[in-house]
């Protein structure tokens, strides 16, 4: 079958660094996505990573290795506002989202 | 730019009854969703539409229906809504193809008693 899975919950303090992993199964692959989540919001995308490796946008760093299905989303320089949930999703053989339970991440001052 | 919008923004309905979940966006995009988001659990795709004319099922479909007469209307049909339809329902939208980044609506709240 096919299967997300990331941490119900993270904690992390205000300037300090938290990296969120996230495994995934999928029928076929064809690239993970993460999306932010505030609460009573709707998602908004993040980032995408279909080839292995590192991509940094500003304070955020997505990386991916397909061999082991394992990818993460490293947030730096937290702020408070980064208090949201962090959905990841792979997309499988037909295109579709593949969604974990996703990440609640709480910033402590 | 309005993107993707979601009517009502919350209702509640007695079982039994029916309802259509508007969703419309103006980004002239291919592919629309229908998801729910349920407290614990990731997002469950109900319905899905490739584009214009087609719509597809997904991991959720029972009592639930689709229809794509065009590109930028997609509702969501509850024939005889039943308490476990309780739930956030997300419109989303992308442009297909390999990087399939989904748009999303601000959601509708459905509370079904």
New interface residues.
Partial sequence: GQN?DQPTEMTATEGAIVQINCTYQTSGF??L?WYQQHAG?????LS?N?LDGLEEKGRFSSFLSRSKGYSYLLLKELQMKDSASY?C?A?DSN????????TKLIIKP | TAGITQAPTSQILAAGRSMTLRCTQDMRHNAMYWYRQDLGLGLRLIHYSNTAGTTGKGEVPDGYSVSRANTDDFPLTLASAVPSQTSVYFCASSSGGDNNEQFFGPGTRLTVL
């Fill in positions: 997300i064809n690239g996505f919001e709707a998602p908004t995308f995408y279909v959905l999703a997309m295109y579709q989202l593949i969604w974990g339970a996703g």
